[in-house]
C-alpha cells in the first residue's frame, strides 16, 4: 500500500537530495522507505546496524517525541 508524504525542502536542498540519491542509484521513495522502516523496525529494515543509526539520529536531534524504543510487534 503507498501512502503519500509531502517535506518542506527550500529548492537548493531539493537539488542537493535529488543529487544524492542519482549518485547512489536509489529513489528518493526508496532512500525515505527505508530510512522510516529502520526507524521502526519495520518489515523492509536494512538491519540492526542502520536500525540503531536511524534510532540514534532521531534521539539526537531533540524533537519533542518520547525517546525511540524498540516497537511492539502488534499493530496499535
Given at each position: 500500500?503507498e501512502?503519500?508524504?509531502?517535506?518542506?525542502?527550500?529548492?537548493?536542498?531539493?537539488?542537493?537530495?535529488?543529487?544524492?540519491?542519482?549518485?547512489?542509484?536509489?529513489?528518493?521513495?526508496?532512500?525515505?522507505?527505508?530510512?522510516?522502516?529502520?526507524?521502526i523496525?519495520?518489515?523492509?529494515?536494512?538491519?540492526?546496524?542502520?536500525?540503531?543509526?536511524?534510532?540514534?539520529?532521531?534521539?539526537?536531534?531533540?524533537?519533542?517525541?518520547?525517546?525511540?524504543?524498540?516497537?511492539?510487534?502488534?499493530?496499535?
Amino acid at each position: 500500500m503507498e501512502h503519500n508524504v509531502t517535506i518542506d525542502l527550500n529548492d537548493l536542498d531539493y537539488m542537493n537530495l535529488k543529487y544524492l540519491v542519482k549518485e547512489n542509484h536509489i529513489s528518493l521513495s526508496k532512500l525515505f522507505e527505508k530510512f522510516a522502516s529502520d526507524l521502526i523496525y519495520g518489515e523492509k529494515s536494512n538491519g540492526g546496524n542502520q536500525r540503531s543509526s536511524a534510532k540514534d539520529y532521531l534521539n539526537s536531534c531533540q524533537y519533542d517525541l518520547h525517546r525511540v524504543k524498540e516497537p511492539k510487534k502488534e499493530l496499535l
